[in-house]
């Protein structure tokens, strides 16, 4: 979440940059700081009403010494007057409140680093990686794949749950298995703490991350319970530190998680949909830091190359975007996307974000930290998926696919058991 201060001081800027990013309602800024300024009247108005409470207050004290009984009543009937006027708060708790419900609306500023662009055809590929394998004659998508070697069972989920709910199985289950605990060590070698989080959050939970309200139609919602079944595990394990202060010799904060994750998808449909390109349920290992101010755009990088060299261990060919102005999630002030190549069905897969969100998120969880001159300060998150599994797999049967089966990546073998499926 954007501060007020800080829109204030910089308010052309801040038109400027949310107009770069596509954002339509920039006349929200104005109206902000119209509420902003009538806020601040009242606020100096109710300062100065108690500022005259405390001096009537003393006032009425050395009055009732010097026996001055009567015009210390006076003074009373005073006093009494103005904290009437006090208590009648309303109003200005609304104006808090109409202050905020506009704030949560306007999103992340994008960094100086953001491509401009409207659309995902616009995005900037900074790097590819990995060589286009090219296959047999004979060669298939992953969903027929899946369905020889009795992998994942579609129909079968579908009857337990619904559409988009795969169950993997046998050999499936095992590569599910084997990728999310390589992805693990591969995380905890670098420094990365692991954590398991709940699965289902509360509302400040998901706020403090901008699933709410940006992305409230894309979860599972128990409605009694007012939980969420969360997206990523970005949600419960940046909010570790929700309202917490964090020493700096601490930092960076680095954690990393498997969960699976649920996400409604609504409206998806098409070949884009079929077989593991985009399911309602899917596992996902997440990497998250929390960083001093300074260095969070170094941090980044590190982690961008994290995830590279992750992809190249699994001999995947990829490419790296830098997400333009209109393609970016609301919370991000720079996003890098990694994608793979899907030979069997001749295009490219997103597998991973990894994002610097600056003090957007940490803005509105009040995580923070305390510099060397004593001064609190808030931090920046980032996040990234490392990896994200369906299209991961997806790609490693249809890339590695022979005559005989599916040859697996070297780092694989100790973890699968074997050298193919």
């Known amino acids: 979440m954007l501060q007020v201060a800080f829109i204030r001081q910089h308010t052309d800027m801040v038109k400027e940059r949310l107009a770069f990013r596509g954002f339509k309602n920039v006349h929200l800024v104005d109206e902000l700081l119209a509420l902003d300024d009538k806020r601040r009247k009242m606020q100096a108005e109710k300062e100065d009403m108690l500022s005259k409470v405390n001096a009537a207050s003393k006032e009425i004290g050395q009055l009732m010494k010097e026996g001055k009984k009567e015009v210390a009543e006076q003074k009373k009937a005073e006093v009494k007057s103005i904290n009437e006027k006090l208590a009648d ?23 100086a680093k953001v491509p401009a662009g409207k659309t995902p055809k616009e995005n900037e590929v900074v790097r590819e990686g990995g060589g286009k394998p090219v296959l047999y004659n004979g060669a298939v998508p992953h969903w027929d794949l899946i369905k020889k070697y009795d992998l994942v069972d579609f129909e079968t989920g579908a009857k337990i749950t619904g559409s988009g709910f795969p169950l993997y199985k046998g050999k499936g289950a095992k590569l599910q298995r084997a990728l999310i605990q390589y992805f693990l060590d591969y995380n905890t070698a670098a420094g990365y703490t692991e954590y398991i989080p709940p699965y289902l959050v509360n509302e400040a939970t998901a706020y403090g991350t901008g699933q709410l309200p940006d992305k409230e139609g894309q979860m599972y919602h128990v409605a009694e319970d007012k939980f969420y079944l969360i997206p990523t595990a970005e949600v419960p394990v940046t909010n570790i530190y929700r309202d917490e202060i964090v020493k700096e010799t601490e930092l960076p904060v680095k954690m990393t998680a498997y969960t699976p994750c649920f996400r409604r998808e609504a409206g998806s449909f098409g070949k884009d949909v079929r077989g593991l390109n985009r399911v309602h349920q899917f596992d996902k290992v997440e990497i998250v830091q929390l960083v001093h101010p300074d260095k969070s755009y170094d941090i980044l990088e590190e982690m961008v190359e994290h995830v590279e060299k992750l992809l190249q261990s699994l001999e995947l060919p990829y490419r790296i975007l830098r997400l333009c102005g209109g393609d970016m999630g609301f919370t991000s002030a720079l996003t890098y996307d990694f994608e793979v190549y899907s030979a069997a069905q001749d295009k490219w897969l997103e597998v991973s974000s990894v994002s610097n969100f600056e003090a957007y998120q940490t803005n509105r969880m009040k995580i923070r930290f305390k510099g060397a001159d004593g001064k609190t300060q808030l ?43």
């Not at 997806?394 to 193919?420: D, M, W």
């Open 89 to 111: 708060v309303a109003e200005l708790n609304e104006l808090e409140k109409q202050l905020h419900d506009i704030l949560v609306q306007l999103p992340n500023l994008p960094s």
């Open 379 to 421: 931090l920046h998150s980032l996040n990234g998926s490392s990896l994200a599994l369906p299209r991961i797999v997806a790609c490693l049967l249809e890339n590695n696919q022979t005559e005989i089966g599916i040859k697996l990546p070297r780092v694989l073998h100790s973890y699968f058991g074997t050298t193919s499926i």
